[in-house]
C-alpha cells in the first residue's frame, strides 16, 4: 500500500495516535494493535493512492496546457477525458478524508482499553396453581394419540 507516500491526514492521525505515521504502521503489525489503528491505516492508504493519481492528473494538465507547448497537440478529447478521471479521483479523495475523519472522530481514544463486557441473564420463574389450565396447542400442530 502507499506507507511512504503523504496523505492530507497524517497530522490527523498522529493528532489522535501520538507517534508518526511510519510508526503506527509498525505498530498496527504488533499483536496489541488496535482494530481501529489498523482500519484507520487502510483508509489512509487509500488516500495516499487517491491524492497520487489526483497529482498525476493535475500534473499531465498543466504540462499539456503549458505555455511554451505547441498549440496543435491540444486535444479537447483528452482534455475531457482528463477532466472526467480528475473528477473520479477527487470524488474517491474527499469520501476516503469523510471515512477517515469520521473515523478518528467516533473512535475510543486510543488509552482506553476496549473491555469485555460481562453480562448475567436474569431469569425469571413463576409457578403456576395445579388449577391452571393447560397452554393451547400451537397452531399447525398435530394433535397427540391417545392410547
Known sequence: ???DKASTMDADL??????PVPELYEAATG???SPALARALELRSFLALTEEQVARVRDRVHADMAPDRDMGDLSADKLRFD???LEAALDARDGY???LGELLRTMPAPNQQARPVRMTQLRATATLPPSAAPAPQRAGAAPARRS
Open 83 to 85: 477532466a472526467q478521471w
Open 31 to 33: 499483536p496489541d494493535a
Open 14 to 19: 498522529q493528532k489522535v495516535f501520538g507517534p
Open 97 to 99: 478524508r469523510a471515512a
Open 1 to 3: 500500500m502507499s506507507r
